[in-house]
């Protein structure tokens, strides 16, 4: 394949991620560049690269990269639980942006919440970049993890400050790791992934 050649697939590639936004923008580009550079190489038809640009293996260009990325996110998780990505998902679970914690708690519903707040939010965190979380949200994500007693959920985070901030007014208040929240996260997914319920 000519640099001419090579040089007109980045182009195409360049336009088709035009407008998506980081971090999906440069593995949504290097996904289409990759699929470009193994078509027949006789060349590259206009419906040939809108049918790309529309849909890569049946995925739009965005869930492709979204996919891509968030398998990274996982590893990089994994990583600093000090466990492997599977092990991971023998603690949480993603559906639809929701993370569940999966791995049996056990103890009082108090500890259970701290234990699954912890998991929670330093998943949105790496995996979808998201520092804080809304109340509203992470509720939902401790009651999909099967754990109970949610209307004590804000005095019970409250009571454990030194892992948990706070911010906001009103009933919605947005949730976020402290430092030694953070770290503290880290070890109780690699403890859960362990087989120890941590409560």
């Given at each position: 394949m000519d640099s001419k050649t090579v040089k007109e697939k980045i182009k195409i590639a360049h336009e088709m991620v035009e407008g998506e936004v980081e971090p999906y923008k440069t593995a949504a580009f290097q996904v289409i560049f990759e699929k470009l550079l193994n078509l027949d190489q006789t060349g590259v038809s206009h419906s040939k690269t809108s049918s790309i640009k529309t849909s890569l293996d049946g995925m739009s260009v965005t869930e492709n990269a979204h996919t891509i990325d968030l398998e990274k996110r996982k590893a990089e998780l994994a990583k600093n639980c000090g466990i492997t990505v599977k092990e991971l998902g023998d603690v949480i679970s993603i559906k639809n942006e929701i993370i569940q914690?999966?791995?049996p708690l056990t103890g009082k519903e108090s500890n259970k919440q701290i234990v699954a707040a912890q998991c929670i939010l330093v998943a949105y965190d790496v995996l979808f970049g998201k520092e804080s979380v809304n109340s509203s949200?992470?509720?939902k994500c401790i009651d999909y993890s099967g754990i109970g007693a949610l209307n004590h959920l804000a005095e019970n985070l409250k009571e454990h400050a030194?892992?948990?901030r706070a911010s906001g007014k009103g009933r919605i208040l947005d949730y976020r790791l402290t430092?030694?929240?953070r770290?503290?996260?880290?070890?109780k997914m690699g403890r859960l992934a362990g087989g120890d319920d941590d409560t």
């Open positions: 914690v999966i791995h949200l992470l509720s030194s892992l948990f430092g030694p929240g770290k503290s996260a880290y070890e």
